[in-house]
Structure formats: C-alpha cells, structure tokens
C-alpha cells in the first residue's frame, strides 16, 4: 500500500503540474474555481492542508477521514454582477472512513437577450450546478487519503449540457502541528453545449500550515500553491481566541485579479451541538466587493 501511495505522489507531484501549466487558458466552468466555505476564504483560499469541516469535499477530500462527527454546512456568497454562490453540504462518519456529499449553485442576474440582428429579446439567466459525492479515509497513523465524484450541469438561456469530473487528494497531519495537502481537481472529459466542448479547469493545488497554542490563543498561518494555467499563491493567518472566537485575514491571486480576504468567526456549543457562523469581505479591487456567509452544525 506504502509503494502504491509514493508511486502516486511521485506522479501528481512531477507529471500532473507539467499538463496542468500546458492547457488552454480559456478552460470555462470558472465557478468551479471559486472558493467554498467563509472561513476558508477568509484564508485567502489556502486551506487544503487544513479541509477539516464540510468545505473539505471541495478543497481536499483526504480531510474528509479526520471528521468524527456529522456535520452540515451552507454557504451564501453575493459576487460580481449581481451572480452568487449557494453550497450545501452534509458529511457522516461510517465503519471504514467518512462519507460527504454536497451541492454547489451559481446564478447569474438577467442577462438581456438578443437575436441574429441584434434586436433585444427576452432576458435570461444562466446557471451552473456541481453536485458531488465524497469519501476521506485515514489509512496510516498521519496520512489521509480521499476521493471525490461530480456531476456537472450548465444552462445558458436554453441551451444545456452536462459531464462528469473528479478530485484526488492526500493529507499529511504531523504531530507538530505541521500539516501538508496535495490535491488535483476538476479531472475529466469536459461538458458539449450544442456543438461546443468546454473543458474543465484542471487544478492542482499545494498547501501547509501550521498551528502553534500560546496561552489562550491557536496561531495558524497558511499557504497554498495554485496551478492551473499558472502558478498562484494563496496566504492567510488565523488567530482563534479560547476556540470561542477566529479572527482570518488573507491574500490570494487567481480569476485575473489579486485581492485581500477578511473574516471573523464565532463558536458556540448548544446541547451538544456544535455552531460555528463564518463571515468573508472580499476585497476585489476596484471591480467589486464580495462576501460570504457560512453557518455550521456538529452533531
């Protein structure tokens, strides 16, 4: 199992970035590419080596076999142009390993149609979907491993069309507190609208952190390696008081633009049910501002 594992690592870590960096720029289904969870954008989005809430089906299913309780999570994000974001996720521990399965929505604002004169017709509105089931497991003392299915849908006016990805990953926890993620997102054969093939926005992401206790205070700072096209790096610091209240702060690049990320989060335990609500300020630039709302049970 040991030789299996290094022999994939050794081809993730070597040969996938070499594909990735090749590919065409103009790769569509950017919303996959889209942060999930507030406090991981809050971030910066370097939050593979963390992916320890239900946001971890999206960033590195590996940390999906560190979760011991069943969790639901939702987001709302407000982005550019009137679009958003909407998730919902739900991850339940079992015999061999943990189980996730989410849903993640992307609305765009009415878009004004037109016809082969250019005459305005009526509006419409596009939207994308990625429903996508999960699976984490621990299978040595520090290492993780995890998997991840989806099923993708895109509707632009009244055209369709629909298509298949994946995700791999792993995750090294050291005892330390020094942690490590590798994962490759978004593998597959791309998605046809009318006579049109989009492929999807291979991804492979590398990240670490490390948390530190002093006194009252979990110091983690964070960093993430983004290639998909390019090379983009993602940074952020959480300070958590008292495991009660997380202040974020972040930088990341990506979607052709650089921005600063922003977030508080609060905790608090109701018979036994664990409740964390996450807020994200998205500086982009002069483009727009965006933000995103997470609320998260543990049961």
Not at 36 to 44: F, K, M, V, Y
Not at 46 to 68: E, K, M, Q
Not at 134 to 158: D, E, F
């Amino acid at each position: 199992m040991k030789k299996i594992i290094t022999k994939l690592l050794v081809f993730l870590i070597y040969f996938i970035p070499h594909t990735i960096l090749g590919q065409d720029m103009t790769a569509g289904f950017n919303f996959l590419k889209l942060g999930i969870g507030a406090r991981a954008c809050a971030l910066g989005e370097s939050f593979v080596s963390i992916a320890d809430d239900g946001s971890a089906i999206y960033w590195n299913p590996a940390g999906l076999g560190n979760i011991s309780r069943t969790e639901f999570l939702a987001m709302h994000s407000e982005w550019l142009l009137d679009t958003r974001l909407e998730y919902l996720s739900s991850v339940i521990p079992v015999k061999l390993g943990t189980i996730g399965g989410s849903g993640t929505l992307f609305l765009s604002g009415n878009i004004e149609g037109r016809d082969e004169y250019g005459q305005i017709t009526q509006p419409y509105t596009n939207f994308d979907f990625a429903g996508t089931f999960a699976y984490g497991k621990n299978i040595a003392t520090y290492l993780l491993i995890g998997a991840g299915s989806k099923l993708i849908y895109k509707r632009v006016g009244r055209y369709s069309g629909y298509g298949i990805g994946m995700d791999m990953g792993c995750l090294l926890r050291t005892p330390l507190g020094l942690n490590w993620g590798l994962v490759i997102q978004n593998l597959g054969p791309g998605i046809k609208i009318i006579n049109e093939k989009t492929m999807l926005p291979l991804t492979l992401r590398l990240g670490v952190s490390y948390s530190k206790i002093f006194l009252h205070f979990k110091i983690m700072p964070t960093f993430d390696l983004q290639i998909d096209g390019e090379i983009k790096k993602n940074i952020g610091l959480e300070v958590t008081i008292q495991e009660v209240l997380a202040l974020r702060i972040g930088y990341r690049t990506g979607l052709g633009q650089q921005c600063y990320t922003a977030g508080i989060g609060v905790n608090h335990i109701i018979n036994k049910v664990a409740l964390e609500i996450d807020y994200t300020y998205i500086n982009l630039s002069s483009l727009h501002n965006g933000h995103r709302l997470s609320l998260k049970f543990r049961i």
